[in-house]
């Protein structure tokens, strides 16, 4: 067997599985999606958004990139996040990284001339350590250089989010959502809660809407 053709076989065993212990399953997630989360999380296949939080389908709406990243001209999770937000009306957003993330390890390497797409994904990883290069600078080991650098990248997509309009009109008129910074450790499966802002939270006044649309 092809390895493609297990995927295949475990979707058909999968279905079969959850169809046995609820008839209607199926029936009732293709009625309405109303999930109450946004996740934005890394590509990586270590950290699978639904399967570490324990989540069922419909419960989570999920964007994930390299380094999980909120870029400000990317309309992949710009597009996500205001469906999300002004459509689905979630009431979190949460940014998941992962300490040894393979995108921040890169970020803190030279820039590979094969992968010209990546470096310029990763150039906002790079911004985040030169605003943070004296604190990570000062740690030991290149392995808490990079975990220092993996937690200030998540808190910067978080900082991010709250500076697009989408968050900030719906924080004003809506009084959600709360937006969360979580770091997922690989070693013990375990997430740390390392940011959350509130939608009372004031943003430096370069940032902010005077009147958000
Ligand atoms: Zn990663």
């Not at 697009?164 to 013990?188: C, F, M, N």
Request: hydrophobic share 40%; net charge negative.
């Amino acid at each position: 067997m092809k390895p493609f053709e297990k995927l295949l076989l475990e979707n058909k065993a999968w279905a079969e599985e959850k169809i046995t212990r609820e008839p209607d399953y199926f029936k009732r997630l293709a009625e309405v999606q109303r999930p109450n989360f946004l996740w934005i999380g890394c590509s990586d296949s270590r950290v699978p958004a639904e399967l570490i939080v324990n989540a069922e389908p419909g419960e989570i709406f999920v964007h994930r990139n390299i380094a999980n990243q909120v870029i400000t001209t990317d309309f992949n999770s710009l597009s996500v996040v205001q469906f999300a937000v002004a459509v689905l009306k979630v009431e979190h957003v949460i940014v998941c990284g992962h300490y040894s993330c393979g995108g921040v390890k890169a970020a803190l390497d030279k820039q590979r001339s094969d992968l010209t797409l990546v470096n310029k994904w990763l150039m906002h990883v790079k911004d985040v350590y030169r605003f943070h290069q004296d604190e990570i600078e000062a740690l030991s080991t290149r392995d808490a250089q990079i975990n220092r650098l993996v937690e200030l990248n998540i808190i910067e997509q978080v900082y991010k989010l709250a500076h697009t309009s989408i968050i900030q009109r719906a924080w004003k008129k809506e009084g959600r959502p709360v937006l969360h910074g979580w770091v997922y450790g690989l070693d013990d499966g375990l997430i740390k809660d390392l940011i959350s802002l509130t939608p009372d939270h004031r943003l430096e006044p370069i940032y902010q809407y005077s009147d958000p649309a």
